[in-house]
C-alpha cells in the first residue's frame, strides 16, 4: 500500500481540475481547466505558472528534446522549453482545436476535435519541428469524429497509432504521403476510444469510454487468412473494481500497469499487466484516499513515487 506524502493545488484556484501530467527529468508538468501550464519540482514547488491567451488547454507531452507540448481550443501547438523559458509555436491549418498529441524526436503529431462530425472534419497532423510552417502529413478521411489518442511506435518510428470517438483505431505508415497508402490496419473496438497504444511491439491495447479493454495484435496476417482475434477483457470496472479506468501506464522499468479510481470508495489503484500469454491482472498497489470523491485524471509514475492529478485541483505525491 502506498502513502500521500505530499499534496498541493500548485497556486490554482478553487473549482480547477488538473488534467494532464508530464515530467522531464527533475521538472514535472500539468496543465488545467483555468488553462494555464505549471511547472513544479518534485516536492510540487511551483517553478513556472504560464496561462496562454484563449488556449483552451487540453493536451499535454513531453518531448525527448527537453521541451513540454500542449495544446488546446485555440488549435495553436506550443512548446515550452523550461530551461530557456522559451515558446515556440505551430499553428493547425484551417485553426481547429487540438486533441491529441504525441511526439517523436523532431516530428510532432497532432489529432484535431470534431467541429461537425463527418469525413474530411477531423485531421491527424505531422509537423516537422525544423521546418513548422506547414504539415508534412494531413490524413483527413480515417476519421470521423474527434481524434483522442496518438502514438508512436516504439521501435518504428514511421508507424503511427490514432484513436477517436467514432470508434476506431487506425495505424498509419506516416512515411507515405498518402494516405490510402499510408494506412496499414484499422481496428474497431465498437466504442468510443478514451486511450489506446502500444502494449508491446506486435501488439496494440485500447481502452474505450465505457471502460472496455482490448488488446490487438498487429502482425500482418498470411495472405487469404483472417487476422488473429483481439483479446477483449470486456468491462473491467466489476473485474478491477472500480467505477473508471485512467489510462495504461508505464513503470520505469517498462512494464505496463493499469492504473483506475473508484470515487465512492475515495480509492486509486495500479495493477501490474502480466503476459503476454496471456495477458492478466496481477498485483496491485492501493493509493488510498485518492482525490477524495473526485475523479483523478491522470497518474505519473517513477522510481517509488507516482504523481497523481484530478478533479479536487491538487497534484498529489505517493510513496511505496
Sequence with gaps: MAKSI????LGSAPDTYLYALARIGDCFATIGSDDSLRLFDPSLKVRQTAQPRNSGLSCLKATSK????TAGRDGTIRLWDPRAKQVSQLAEPQGRAVSALACHENVIAAGTESAKEGLGDVSVLLYDTRNPAVPLRNYAESHTDSITQLAFHPTQPNVLLSGSTDGLVTIFDVNQADEEDALNQVLNPRSAVHCAG???????????TDEQFLVYPLAEPVEGSEPAPAVDFGDVRERLGCMYVIDLLRQPDGQPVIAYGHNDRRTLSIAQLTGPEPWAFGQTVELPGAHG???????????????SCGEDGQVRVWQW
Design 6 to 9: 505530499a499534496s498541493s493545488t
Design 66 to 69: 527537453n521541451a513540454f507540448l
Design 198 to 208: 502500444f502494449l508491446t511491439p506486435d501488439q496494440a491495447y485500447v481502452l474505450t
Design 293 to 307: 470523491d473526485e475523479v483523478v485524471r491522470d497518474v505519473l509514475l517513477t522510481d517509488q513515487r507516482a504523481y
